[in-house]
């Protein structure tokens, strides 16, 4: 049986070793997939999210070899044509191949052998890179190279970093705890969906002291923000089954991972308690659904350092 991508991605225990750029490869992968109406997840597409994915070491190495996500995405539909018709919504749900689980697989053990305790963009392409009796072996060799440059060049842009710079983002116990109470916030909820608000009560559940001091001052409360996720369109969770994280959720969770990788840091709560409070696509989410002005939030954050745009068409771009 497959393996959906987002039952693993949002499981703690899987993703505890993946730096945030090696997840947002994944989800990358997803999004080029079911753009081309592909209906599995196959080794062909993360190697598109490996060139995809901006500031990696993954698209350096790449970029070195001349080789673009535009060439392979070329590449990949003269294997794999688009399906008219057929394409998905940007960060559903859909199942891995047997050979991509073999390439996340194959990429742990890659870093655990190179002494690194974490999956980072380099030890995924290392991996699809051994995987010969799969298509991506066609798509490297028609982009103009073999596998073995490939992992050679690896090799020279991980050499050529500074060693504070070969460590990718990874999650602190702090905010790996906020994302599990988010999840049992989902579940008491019996929502089979992650979501933002989730994440919004967790962090309140939490006693994060910024958001409670914020949402003090807007005269909101526990009962209120329960209220809000008891009303949630979101389908029943079935037994036996944990709560997926949303598309919306997943970006929040990817965009405060980029605030600490940009930090050169572990990300934290007030990563998320920033994206949340600024988010605009969050924002028009739960402000109206408290009855709550969008200009009433600019002046709140400014305590903690935090400028949003004037209020006027703030919510509107």
Do not use: C
Request: overall charge positive.
């Amino acid at each position: 049986m497959s393996t959906s991508l987002h039952h693993s991605l949002q499981q703690e225990k899987y993703l505890e070793r993946f730096t945030r750029r090696a997840r947002r490869v994944l989800w990358l992968a997803v999004d080029v997939a079911t753009a081309a109406g592909h209906r599995t997840l196959e080794p062909e597409h993360v190697l598109v999210g490996l060139a995809l994915e901006k500031g990696s070491i993954s698209q350096a190495a790449l970029q070195e070899l001349n080789i673009t996500s535009a060439m392979l995405r070329t590449l990949l539909l003269g294997r794999m044509p688009a399906r008219p018709g057929t394409a998905g919504d940007p960060g559903e749900m859909l199942p891995m191949s047997g050979a991509t689980e073999e390439a996340l697989h194959l990429a742990q053990e890659t870093a655990a052998g190179m002494g690194n305790p974490f999956v980072g963009t380099e030890h995924l392409l290392l991996a699809v890179m051994q995987q010969s009796k799969y298509g991506v072996l066609s798509m490297i060799r028609d982009a103009g190279t073999t596998p073995d440059v490939v992992m050679r060049r690896v090799q020279r842009v991980l050499q050529s970093l500074p060693r504070s710079t070969a460590m990718e983002t990874v999650e602190s116990g702090a905010f790996a705890g906020v994302v599990r109470q988010a999840i049992q916030v989902a579940e008491e909820a019996r929502h089979s969906r992650l979501e933002p608000e989730h994440l919004l009560l967790a962090l309140w559940l939490l006693e994060f002291a910024p958001l409670r001091q914020t949402l003090g001052d807007l005269s909101l409360q526990e009962a209120q923000l329960r209220r809000l996720i008891q009303t949630l369109p979101v389908p029943p969770l079935e037994t036996g089954k944990a709560p997926e994280r949303s598309y919306a959720a997943q970006l929040l969770i990817t965009d405060a991972e980029g605030i600490a990788g940009r930090s050169g840091r572990a990300v934290l709560p007030y990563d998320l308690f920033f994206k949340l409070m600024t988010d605009r696509r969050t924002l028009t989410r739960w402000l109206p659904a408290l009855g709550i002005a969008a200009d009433r939030l600019p002046p709140l954050l400014l305590r903690y350092g935090i400028h949003t745009r004037p209020a006027r068409g703030w919510l509107r771009r």
